[in-house]
């Protein structure tokens, strides 16, 4: 019997999930289907119940759902529970597992794609929304000198940083507060892009050797990447990487196998410029 898998999120008719989970699946030779689905906006757990009444065994979840499906679960990972938020679900006789591969999949990508390691180094993360939050802990595992949450609204930024703070010295506030610092890893988490505005960044803050890192992606550079690039970056990604790591942590907690994962990413790659 062929095991169902499938992403939910409103909208998803342009999720790559699909692709990705069906080369996965092809080169692990594991016998599955990936599909994806649209949830109604207030539909969430209904479209959930469904699909595990119809025999599936697993779930990514994206936007709008992450939070919602973080309250669902009967049991979550660490890495969920501290993000609050979930994006992969395991279904088990009553039982919904829920954990949140998204910072790993990030930090994946930064050292093993990339090649850069975080050990020792500066990072700023911009942003202080859902997709911030889910990072964190992966981060903070790499341990990094330490980690500045920079956020338009500071008090978000504050708390993020004073719930996060451990044997890393992580702090938050506004860009302002930053002015004069650099910092060797900065990582874009906000979603300015998707308005078309671009994001202050004080003049000085990419340290030489620097990566810049968005977590959004798109043909070509990024608004966000052209602007690490001229104002210093040594370095400068894309989120595609870490979309395609977050499926393959996913896709081994399934599955109990690491799928490859640069044949696929060069793939997408080849895709988007087209
Ligand atoms: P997501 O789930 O994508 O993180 P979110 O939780 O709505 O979405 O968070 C969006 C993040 O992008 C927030 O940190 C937001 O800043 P505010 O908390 O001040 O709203 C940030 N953001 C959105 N538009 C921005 C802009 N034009 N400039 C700077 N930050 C922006």
């Keep these: ?3 169902r898998y499938c992403v939910f999120g409103n909208p998803i008719a ?4 699909p692709t990705i989970h069906t080369l996965f699946a092809a080169s692990t030779q594991q016998d599955l289907s990936y599909e994806a689905l649209l949830a109604p906006l207030d539909g969430f757990a209904d479209a959930v119940c469904d699909f595990v009444a119809a025999g599936g ?5 994206t936007v709008p759902f992450k939070e919602e499906a973080y309250r669902l679960c009967n ?4 890495r969920a529970e501290r993000a ?3 994006n992969t679900l395991v279904f088990d006789g009553n039982e919904i597992f829920g954990d949140n591969t998204d910072g790993a999949g990030l930090v994946r990508d930064i050292t093993c794609n990339l090649g850069f390691s975080l050990a ?5 993360l911009l942003g202080a929304g859902g997709a911030a939050r889910g990072v964190i802990l992966p981060l903070l595992a790499g341990q990094p000198a330490s980690l500045f949450i ?7 930024a504050e708390a993020l940083a004073s719930l996060f703070a451990g044997s890393v010295t ?3 506030g506004n860009v302002a507060k930053i002015s004069g610092k650099s910092f060797d890893l900065v990582i874009n988490a906000t979603s300015a892009s998707l308005s078309g505005a671009s994001i202050s960044m004080p003049a000085g803050v990419f340290a030489p050797g620097s990566l810049a890192y968005d977590m959004r992606y798109g043909q070509g550079d990024t608004p966000f990447m052209a602007q690490a690039r001229s104002q210093g970056a040594a370095q400068c990604a894309d989120g595609l990487g870490m979309l395609v790591e977050q499926a393959a942590e996913a896709f081994m907690l399934w599955r109990g196998v690491r799928p490859e994962t640069p044949i696929v990413l060069a793939g997408l790659r080849a895709q988007l410029a087209v």
Excluded: F, Y
């Excluded at 065994?57 to 979840?61: D, K, M, S």
């Excluded at 020792?120 to 700023?124: H, N, T």
């Design 84 to 86: 609050g938020a979930v």
């Design 170 to 172: 992580v702090d938050g």
């Design 1 to 3: 019997m062929t095991d």
């Design 150 to 156: 920079a956020n338009r609204s500071p008090e978000k």
């Design 120 to 124: 020792g180094k500066r990072v700023l």
């Design 57 to 61: 065994r697993g779930a990514n979840v």
């Design 14 to 17: 342009h999720s790559k999930s």
């Design 75 to 78: 049991r979550l990972s660490q």
